[in-house]
C-alpha cells in the first residue's frame, strides 16, 4: 500500500513529483479490500465517487478536501471492475467526470473509468533490459515499423442488424495478445528493430486514432487490459524489438468526460481562450505552466516508459507547443511573450523538464522529438540550452523527398536540389527520417500511388525511394502496408490490403523491403555513423542532367559502401564512377533485382578500379545502372566473391 505524505503533496504541488499516479487516481488495497481514490480538483465546492451503487449521485462516498490547494482522497468498499466518475459539485452546479489517472477506461462509448486490482504481470524481457543498458542509439541500427493497432489486421467479421457500429468495430479489432501472436513475428521476420504504435492511450473516437485523448494513464480498453499490453510489449523485448509509442502532451479533446474543466472551470487548459483553443484540432491547450499540470505529464511518460517498459516516446505536435502562434496568421490573432516573440516559454521550460527527469530515470530511452519548426537544438542536451530530446523527426527530409520522387523523370533534372538540400542540414540535429502515416492520408496519396509513370515504374521508383531512405544518414521509420506497395491510401476503418500480396509486384515489393532492412541492420556503415560527418561524403552529387547522386557511407571503423541512386528509367552501361581507393569492387545490393520485380540489370562482374579520375578521384570503375534503381558497391578484401542475390 502506498500512503500519500505531505511530501508527495508538497513535490506534486511544486510541479516535480515524478511518480504521481501512485497515488493519484484509484488505488485498490488488497488488505483492506478497499479503493482509495485522490485527486486534484481546487475549485470544487465537493467531490465524491459516483457508482451504480449509488445511482451515479456520489452519496455515501464523498471525498475530504487535503488542503486548499485542492487534493481530495476517500477511501471506500468499492471492488475492482467497478465502473466510476468523479461527482464534481462546482458554481454551476454538478458535472461527472472521467479519472485522469484512472489505469482503465470502460470501452467507448461509455465513458466511466475503471478500478482496477494492482498488477500481478511478471515480465520476462530480462534479457532485453540489460541488452538494452550497452547500446548506444546514436550508433546503432534503428529501423522502425509504424502502426496503427487498429487496423494492421482485423478479424473478418459479418455484419448483423443486432451491432452498432462501435460493436462491430469492437468485434473486428484484434486484441492485444492476439497481435502478440501475428504481429511481432512479422516484425521480426520484415528485420525491423522497433515497432513504433499510434497512441494507445484512451480516447473516445475511433478516427482521432488516439491522439485526442481522455485517458493519459490508460491502454486503451478497446484492444484489452493493461495486463493485456503489457504481455504484447514483453513478446516484442523477447523477440529483440524495441516498443515506442506516439504521446501527446500538446493538447486534449474537449469531451464532456475528460480534463476540459474538469472542476468547473478551467484547470488543466489555460484559462485564456487566445492560448487553451486549438482551432485546427478542436482541443484544448495544456496550461505548462501550472505545477499540477507538470507533475501529471511528466509523470505520465514515466509512467509509460516505467510501468509498461516502453523504449521510448514520440512525442507529437511539438512546433503546437513552442510556438504560441502556431494557428495564428493575421496580427489580430498573434499572441507574444514578455520579450515580443512568439515562443511559448512555459512549454519550451515543461520540454526541458520533460527530457531531464526522462533521461534521468530512463538514459537509454528514445524520445523524439514530432517538429515541424525551425527551432534549433532540439535534440542537444538541456545544458548545452537544447530541448534535450535525442532524437527529430526530419519533415524536411521527407517532403523535399516526396517533392522529388513526385516528379516524372523529365522535370526531375530541373529539381535537384530536392535531393542535395537536406544534407545542408544534415548534422544540425540527431534525424529520423518518416515515411508516417501522415504521407498517406488525407489525400495525399499512398506511397506508392505518389510516383509517377506505369505500373512497373511506380514500383521501380518506390524501392528507389526506400533504398535511398535507408543508405542516408538518419534512423529510419515506416508505416505499415507501405512495406506492400498499396494502391489506396491508409484506410482507417479497415485493415492493410493484405489480399495484394497475391500479386507479384506487391509480393517483390515486400521482398525488397525485408531484404533491404536486413542489408541495412548487417552493414554498420548504414548507420554507425549517422550523426558524424565522417560517415557520409558525396561521390557525385551535381549530375543533375542524368539525375543521379553517389555517396560513400562510412562505418565507425572505416568500412566503406558506395551507393549509387538513378532517378532515370535509362539504363546506364559502361557508367563511370570514381571510387575512392584502387583495388576490386562488387555490387553486393541492387533494387533492380527479378526476385523484386525489377529487370534484373544486375552486374555480377567483378569491377577493378582503372586510374581514369572522375568525381575528385583518382580512381574509377565501369559499371552499370539499373532503371529507377538504386545499387551498392563494397570494396573487396578477399579473393572469394560475395553472392549477388540483391541482397536477399
Known amino acids: 500500500m502506498y500512503e500519500l505524505s505531505d511530501l508527495d503533496q508538497y513535490l506534486f504541488h511544486q510541479g516535480t513529483h515524478y511518480e504521481a499516479y501512485r497515488f493519484l487516481g484509484s488505488h485498490y488495497i488488497p488488505e483492506s479490500n478497499e479503493t482509495i481514490f485522490t485527486v486534484w480538483a481546487p475549485q470544487a465546492h465537493a467531490v465524491a465517487i459516483a457508482v451504480d451503487d449509488n445511482n451515479w449521485t456520489g452519496e455515501g462516498y464523498e471525498l475530504q478536501k487535503l488542503s486548499e490547494q485542492g487534493l481530495w482522497t476517500g477511501q471506500f468498499d468499492v471492488q475492482p471492475g467497478t465502473a466510476y466518475k468523479y461527482f464534481i459539485r462546482t458554481d454551476n452546479g454538478f458535472q461527472l467526470k472521467a479519472d485522469p489517472y484512472a489505469r482503465t477506461a470502460e470501452i467507448r462509448p461509455r465513458t466511466a473509468s475503471v478500478v482496477t486490482a494492482p498488477s500481478t504481470y511478471k515480465w520476462n524481457d530480462m534479457s532485453w533490459q540489460k ?7 546514436y550508433t546503432s541500427a534503428i529501423n522502425i515499423y509504424e502502426v496503427h493497432l487498429g487496423t494492421w489486421k482485423k478479424h473478418d467479421i459479418e455484419w448483423t442488424e443486432d451491432m452498432s457500429i462501435d460493436s462491430y468495430t469492437d468485434a473486428t479489432f484484434y486484441s492485444y495478445r492476439e497481435m502478440a501472436a501475428e504481429l511481432v513475428p512479422y516484425v521480426k521476420e520484415m528485420g525491423y528493430t522497433h515497432v513504433e504504435f ?132 493575421t496580427e489580430e490573432e498573434k499572441i ?52 534535450g530530446f535525442n532524437f527529430k523527426w526530419d519533415l524536411g527530409f521527407m517532403h523535399d523527398t516526396l517533392d522529388y520522387f513526385e516528379l516524372d523523370q523529365g522535370a526531375r533534372p530541373y529539381n535537384h536540389q530536392f535531393l542535395t538540400f537536406p544534407m545542408m542540414y544534415r ?7 518518416p515515411f508516417s502515416h501522415d504521407e498517406v492520408v488525407h489525400g495525399k496519396l499512398s506511397m506508392l500511388d505518389k510516383m509517377p509513370g ?78 558524424d560527418p565522417q560517415g557520409f561524403d558525396w561521390i557525385d552529387v551535381d549530375n543533375n542532367e542524368q539525375s543521379i547522386i553517389s555517396y560513400i557511407r562510412t562505418s565507425a571503423v572505416g568500412e566503406q559502401l558506395i551507393v549509387v541512386l ?29 526476385d523484386f520485380g525489377g529487370s534484373n540489370q544486375l552486374v555480377n562482374d567483378i569491377l ?36 549477388n542475390a540483391g541482397g536477399i
Open 608 to 643: 577493378l578500379s582503372s586510374k581514369l579520375a572522375v568525381n575528385g578521384y583518382n580512381q574509377s570503375i565501369k559499371t552499370k545502372l539499373p532503371p529507377f534503381g538504386m545499387t551498392v558497391y563494397k570494396q573487396m578484401d578477399k579473393a572469394e566473391k560475395i553472392t
Open 198 to 329: 499510434l497512441p494507445l492511450t484512451e480516447h473516445p473516437f475511433d478516427l482521432s486514432w488516439g491522439y485526442q485523448v481522455t485517458g493519459y494513464y490508460a491502454p486503451t480498453s478497446r484492444f484489452g487490459t493493461p495486463e493485456d499490453f503489457k504481455y504484447l510489449v514483453d513478446c516484442f523485448h523477447q523477440a529483440g524489438i524495441g516498443v515506442l509509442m506516439d504521446w501527446v502532451p500538446a493538447h486534449f479533446c474537449k469531451d464532456e468526460h475528460g480534463l476540459r474543466q474538469f472542476d468547473g472551470r478551467p484547470l488543466y487548459e489555460y484559462s485564456d481562450p487566445k492560448r487553451a483553443e486549438k482551432r485546427g484540432w478542436g482541443t484544448l491547450t495544456f496550461d505548462f505552466g501550472r505545477n499540477e499540470v507538470q507533475s501529471f505529464l511528466v509523470s505520465n511518460a514515466n509512467f509509460w516508459l516505467k510501468e509498461f517498459h516502453l523504449d521510448g516516446l514520440r512525442v507529437d505536435a511539438v512546433h503546437s507547443m513552442t510556438d504560441l502562434n502556431f494557428e495564428n496568421y
Open 454 to 531: 506505369d505500373q512497373w515504374q511506380k514500383f521501380a521508383n518506390l524501392r528507389a525511394l526506400y533504398g535511398y531512405m535507408m543508405t542516408y544518414p538518419g534512423k529510419k521509420l515506416l508505416f505499415m502496408g507501405s512495406e506492400l506497395g498499396l494502391y489506396s491510401e491508409w484506410k482507417d476503418k479497415e485493415q492493410i490490403d493484405w489480399f495484394l500480396l497475391k500479386y507479384p509486384f506487391h509480393h517483390g515489393m515486400q521482398k525488397y523491403v525485408k531484404a533491404l532492412n536486413e542489408f541495412y541492420s548487417k552493414h554498420p556503415e548504414l548507420y554507425e555513423q549517422d550523426y
Open 131 to 137: 541488452n538494452k543498458e550497452n547500446k548506444n542509439p
Open 336 to 387: 507574444y511573450n514578455d520579450e515580443g516573440s512568439s515562443e511559448h516559454k512555459e512549454a519550451v521550460a515543461f520540454i526541458k523538464k520533460l527530457n531531464t527527469v526522462l533521461f534521468d530515470y530512463h538514459p537509454q530511452a528514445l524520445i523524439m522529438a514530432e517538429d515541424s519548426s525551425d527551432m534549433p537544438l532540439v535534440t542537444a542536451p538541456v545544458e548545452h540550452g537544447g530541448l
Open 427 to 433: 548534422y544540425n540535429e540527431n534525424y529520423v527520417l
Open 566 to 594: 538513378n532517378f532515370t528509367g535509362q539504363v546506364h552501361y559502361d557508367y563511370v564512377l570514381g571510387v575512392p581507393a584502387e583495388g576490386s569492387y562488387q555490387e553486393i545490393f541492387n533494387s533492380d533485382h527479378e
